[in-house]
Nanobody, 119 residues
């Protein structure tokens, strides 16, 4: 089992920045690809960003490319999402997830952290 706990959400004005963190426990963190997803009210959950086990490979949704950066520190069992130039449409609950297969099949999910961007 892997437990994931997100933090760092909050209320920010458009154009502002936030850093989300996701702390993992329970298994060897570097065994997992890590991803960030988000779900806005009335919408389906969507992919935001993904990072490989040692951070060599990263991918982003087109909607956040150039504004968000995913990173990880395996010695701290933590994955981060740096979010810059936030827009009202970034408002959502943000979730981190862990994938052991490398096939974008996420077995473990955090409880989510709310990000609200005011215009």
């Amino acid at each position: 089992q892997v437990q994931l706990v997100e933090s760092g959400g909050g209320l920010v004005q458009a154009g502002g920045s936030l850093i989300l963190s996701c702390a993992a426990s329970g298994r060897t963190f570097s065994d997992y690809y890590m991803g960030w997803f988000r779900q806005a009210p009335g919408k389906e959950r969507e992919f935001v960003a993904r990072i490989s086990r040692y951070g060599v490979n990263r991918s982003y949704a087109d909607s956040v490319k150039g504004r968000f950066t995913i990173s990880r520190t395996n010695t701290k069992n933590t994955v981060y999402l740096q979010m810059n130039n936030l827009k009202p449409e970034d408002t959502a609950v943000y979730y981190c997830a862990a994938d052991s297969s490398g096939m974008a099949s996420y077995e473990y999910w955090g409880q989510g952290t709310q990000v609200t961007v005011s215009s």
